[in-house]
């Protein structure tokens, strides 16, 4: 118990200094409203404007470069007869840069014959607001097209859409390749519909006390989150970004819920069109779906469409909702809030909830011939669940909020990772530590 006294009192303590010196630090360094965070460690490749010095990707590699204005990059792969390649690139336009709302950014894969394996573009929509935007190619193999199968040389074209012709700063690109292997035996090549095979019908959304989570300020730091109500900030111009494990035979069902401005509505029918935006992608950052919401002031509501239960055939299905379910993993819920809802309702911040459902019980993964790259990049582990229902043990997944009680100090050791993301230098937290620890054991030392 007097350990507990003693460490309890240091968290207290530590947590009171947090609390003095966040404010100051944010209002000395403000974040930048478009600041992405890239994967720590991503190498940095130049894109060619050839397929003959394209610079060659490895599997589960991460990578930065640069789309310049009205550019095609390309990127060369080196794939096997079996396996699944998923190449993804996430276009991040910098700070103050106007955008339409048909830009954008289109990945291809072709052969060597520049025929196309797959293809795929994401805009920035009718928000006109800049913000990480991310678009995906394959190639896949065990389908019934003959086309893209062989082993052999790959090409990946990233294309800048730049419909006005009129944009004039380069943007920011992270590029990432992820390899699923093949199948032990072949599986139907025709995909389930709904709403015969599947229910389509979205369940009520989840009540009770949110539980606070900040969101990440890109894919490799998304938050991760479970079945549950979560509750964040958001100022206009950021995006946050969050992840959800959903396994094999599970449904994922999202809501989001932007919270009124302080003045309410304008009432005099000023909105913002989709206002905030809420995203969907995939464990290979594949677009699924999104859903705009139109602001006004006043609180709104949007959810994703009903979303079939993960499984190996959707890779058959038509359209991103259905294709882009394949896997189980990680997928990625992405929420943009429009800079625009700043000129017309504030600089904010804005609450922002959500309401995540996964239901459905999880299954078996289909018989992979091998692992795929990165290792378990589609597989749904025990840590992720952990890491998706709290920091600390125990269920937040019913979205009541409720956080049990702890009787081994756990709560000491949550609040101390508070203490840890809230900003305090390493120095000066070590400093105050030991301080407190001095203080406290010559009391208990004069007592004896």
Known sequence: MGRRTVRGAVVAALLCAVAGTGAGSRAV???????????????????AESTTDAVGLEPGG????????????????????TSNAYVSATAVPRQG??????DGVKVAVQDADARSCSYDSTRFGASRSPHPVA???SRATGGETTACQGAGTYYVVVDRIDSAGSASDDWDLELTYVSEPGLVDKVATTAPESPESWDSASPDPLTGDAVRREGGAGFATATPVGQGVWQDDITPGRTRFYRVPVDWGQQLHAVAELGSSS????GGGGYVSSGLVMSLYNPARGHVDDEGLVYDGSQTSGALDPLPPVAYANRYGVGDPMGGMRFAGSYYLVVHLAEQVAERFGAGPYGLTLRVQVGGTAQDAPGYLGESVPRDTFAVTEQDREAAGGWMSGGVADGTGAEPADA???GDDAAMRVVAVSGIGAGSLLGLGLGLWTVVA??????A
Do not use: H, I, K, M
């Open 263 to 266: 003045g309410g509505s304008t």
């Open 408 to 410: 081994s100090g756990a």
């Open 29 to 47: 360094a403000a974040p930048d409203a478009y600041t992405y965070d890239f994967a720590e460690g991503a190498q940095t490749v130049e894109g």
């Open 442 to 447: 010559r009391r208990r030392a004069g007592r």
């Open 97 to 102: 840069t106007a955008v339409s709302s048909s």
């Open 135 to 137: 678009a995906w190619a």
């Open 62 to 81: 991460t990578y930065r470069s640069t789309l310049p204005v009205n550019g095609r990059l390309y990127f060369r792969l080196a794939l096997d007869a």
